[in-house]
């Protein structure tokens, strides 16, 4: 049967069309909602929506999806501006409308179906109505009273952002979407505008809070604001002027939950999360929850175990959205870093900022726009951004694509052996540019575990060169390259699969480090180099880095992140050391500058030597982006040709934030602000990733490791879905066969999520 009696907190898009729903799909239930504020006031204007959004409308109430769309204003394009130059891109597919005029929309459904609505009324406490209702609705905003109430339960995580906005409008509408930067003596400033009638456009003006500062905003009042935005962006606007509506400038807030509901009580919309406005989510996540929690209240025989359902269903959504929102939103806080870009990468950058919208699918919605970048880029015709070839000193690499470090614990004594051999021999037969070895450690003591290989003697060396030889040989344009590294006091540890970072049971070595600090509880304090170590350990890494020459690695990485021995010297977290090796960064980065141009100084001239850093701990105190763009610029000044930029694993305490391509933005920063060709690592994991990434200019190259565990031939198949067959990639003569993609069943398409007769 489901809850009768159900109070919604709330007249937003989110608690109106919940209580239409629920009052449909039972016209027995008596329905309240509560909106402290008038039925026509509204705050902003437009409101964008998806077609996905609007199917699932359709399905779940024609009636409220046939009014919207005899209201919808559609268009496809897109107009990016920048320095005075406009790129547009077609085939998006918008529909938006007032505000205001949505929220009449479902106040005339809502009393249609007999809802009670309580406009200029203050809903009582949630728990007051929990008692006298099945079920309370909380959709009272992103400044919820409902959430604050009861905090101890749904632990929500607020979270204030570096840029200011303000919500204005235009008596005019745009012809596409449009975006456009200012560039002022105060700072960078931008302005997104979209139609939402035949005769009005939302225009939002966006800038940093230290911009906004410096060009006076915090001191204007309101109107003042308003003209001078106007003046700003006057080209944009045609000279025409702005309006407001009680707008004012605020700080965007992401908002999370732990948890959604709490007895029957549930949140929607932007009381359980918010997603920034620059990927036009709140409204839509707002009316895809309403129409999730309906549908779960019709399917669950409790109230209880459709709440749970219902976020169970909802959350990974939104998780996903709200991910591609923080990207999006990162991007405009950094949009500085991006000016100098060629208008046309630029734009294309901005349209795969949130990785929604990709190098593939905007291939296929604007295919002239697309090739137009990929030919300003240079790659020749028919030619995906991966496999253009890139040069780092002396080497030139075919493509883009890097088998990334993994460590394979298969060695004996530090010796490689056939594993080895069919491992890397088989990643470099797949394709990829350059093949990485696992962390090769210096010496015995500076092996992670007992299965780690080595460049310490002789016999090591002769058994890299077996594997060098025969990926040259016999998948010829592949380089291979060789990570150098030393485990600090990371060391000594079991097998990754017996218990990683445990200590061995038996057999341990001592360990050294930065300062005497175990990795975790129950590990084993290292010891602290002294001075004379230090150029002994110095010693180690150059006389591995000649045997690496001799073995023919093709290039060379030093390893200075995961919170081995150089990363450990980085990291205050891990550095507490009161001699010139320890104190402030330029200190802190003094040793692994040394063993860098010890390493230089003997590796050959013309092959390149890249550097792995950690650009943040994840842990409070720790490494962050700022110091991963210093620690970067140090080592391109000392002679790295590239910083391979990977995270954390410096602290065991650390807190990532997990996510598809989630590492990226800190090697798109380090190449955008130092200049320094980049590597990315982290989740990127499909080659419609890879060209993206490559072609708006946040990476240089990308590394995959997972991919390549799943399919060694990676690269290869990539090469084959694209359809290319040029030369940067390379099928070996036995494997010439299967170039082809093989046939694949039909998959049909799921049905409808709510349907409603």
């Known amino acids: ?238 000279g025409r002027a702005l309006r407001s509506n009680n707008s004012a400038w605020t700080a965007f807030r992401t908002v999370v939950n732990e948890k959604w509901s709490h007895g029957n009580i549930v949140l929607v919309g932007d009381s359980a999360h918010t997603a920034h406005f620059s990927i036009g989510s709140g409204t839509k996540l707002a009316v895809e929850d309403a129409l999730a929690l309906a549908a779960c209240l019709q399917e669950r025989p409790t109230t209880a175990e459709a709440l749970a359902a219902y976020e169970a269903e909802r959350r990974p959504v939104v998780a996903s959205t709200q991910r591609a929102a923080r990207a999006s939103l990162e991007w405009f806080e950094n949009i500085g870093l991006y000016l100098d870009q060629p208008a046309r990468q630029f734009a294309f950058n901005l349209l795969t900022r949130s990785r929604r919208v990709t190098h593939d699918n905007l291939r296929l919605r604007d295919p002239r726009f697309t090739e137009a970048v990929e030919r300003d880029f240079g790659c020749p015709p028919g030619t995906p951004p991966m496999f253009t070839p890139l040069s780092l000193r002396g080497l030139t690499l075919r493509n883009r694509v890097v088998v990334s470090p993994m460590d394979m614990y298969s060695a004996r004594a530090g010796v490689p052996g056939d594993f080895h051999l069919v491992h890397l021999g088989a990643r470099a037969l797949g394709g990829a540019g350059l093949v990485m070895t696992e962390m090769v450690c210096v010496s015995p003591e500076g092996r992670i575990t007992p299965g780690c290989g080595g460049l310490y003697t002789p016999e090591q060396a002769a058994a890299w060169r ?194 598809r391509s989630y590492q990226v933005p800190f090697a798109d920063r380090i190449r955008n602000e130092t200049g320094i060709p980049v590597i990315s690592v982290g989740a990127i994991s499909s080659w419609d990733d890879v060209n993206s990434l490559i072609l708006a200019g946040r990476t240089d190259l990308c590394a995959l490791a997972r991919p390549h565990l799943y399919d060694p031939h990676w690269t290869l198949h990539a090469a084959a879905e694209q359809g290319y067959a040029g030369p940067g990639v390379a099928w070996p003569k036995p494997y010439e066969a299967g170039s082809r993609p093989p046939q694949t069943g039909r998959l049909d398409a799921p049905k409808p999520r709510l349907t409603l007769s």
């Not at 891109?89 to 949505?102: C, V």
């Not at 632990?155 to 456009?180: G, S």
């Open 1 to 238: 049967m489901g809850p009768l009696r159900v109070a919604v907190i709330g007249g937003g898009p989110g608690g109106l069309y919940a209580a239409a729903l629920l009052k449909r799909l039972d016209p027995r239930r008596d329905i309240t909602v509560w909106e402290r504020n008038a039925p026509d006031d509204t705050f902003g204007f437009g409101v964008v929506l998806s077609d996905e959004t609007l199917g699932g409308i359709e399905h779940a109430d024609p009636v409220v999806h046939a009014a919207l769309q005899a209201e919808f204003v559609r268009w496809d394009d897109i107009d990016v501006v920048h320095r005075g130059t406009r790129h547009t891109s077609g085939g998006h597919g918008f529909a938006a409308l007032g505000r205001r005029r949505l929220l009449e929309i479902l106040h005339e459904r809502c009393r249609e179906l007999g809802v009670n609505l309580r406009f200029r009324s203050e809903a009582p406490p949630a728990a007051d109505l929990a008692r006298d209702h099945d079920l309370v609705v909380a959709a009272d905003g992103v400044r919820s009273a409902t959430r604050e109430a009861h905090a101890d339960v749904f632990r929500p995580r607020v979270e204030e952002h570096r840029c200011r906005y303000i919500w204005l409008a235009a008596d005019f509408a745009f012809d596409a979407f449009r975006f456009e930067t200012a560039e002022t003596e105060h700072g960078v400033m931008q302005l997104h505008g979209y139609p939402y009638t035949g005769g009005d456009s939302t225009v939002i003006v966006e800038m940093r809070e230290e911009v906004w500062r410096a060009a006076g905003f915090d001191a204007l009042d309101a109107p003042e604001s308003v003209e001078r935005c106007a003046k700003i962006f006057t080209e944009a606007l045609g």
């Open 466 to 659: 077996r594997i060098t030889e025969f990926a040259h040989t016999q998948a010829p344009g592949t380089a291979v390259g060789v990570q150098l590294g030393h485990s600090g006091r990371k060391g000594s540890t079991k097998l990754m699969w017996e218990g990683i970072d445990e200590p061995l049971a038996e057999g341990n070595w001592p360990l050294v480090a930065a300062s005497p600090l175990p990795y975790k509880p129950g590990s084993q304090t290292p010891r602290e180099l002294s001075r004379g170590e230090l150029a002994d350990v110095r010693e180690q890494f150059t006389s591995a880095a000649l045997r690496a020459a001799d073995a023919g690695f093709d290039l060379l990485e030093l390893h200075c992140a995961h919170g081995y021995l150089l990363s450990g010297f980085l990291s205050p977290l891990s550095n507490q050391r009161t001699d010139a090796y320890g104190g402030s960064l330029a200190n802190r980065l003094r040793f692994p500058l040394e063993v860098f141009d010890a390493v230089r100084d003997v590796w050959p001239g013309d092959r390149p030597m890249t550097v792995r850093i950690s650009a943040t701990d994840w842990a409070d105190g720790g490494t962050d982006a700022n110091d991963a763009v210093e620690i970067a610029r140090a080592f391109a000044a000392h002679g790295a040709d590239a910083i391979d930029v990977s995270t954390g694993q410096v602290v065991a305490d650390e807190k990532p934030a997990y996510g």
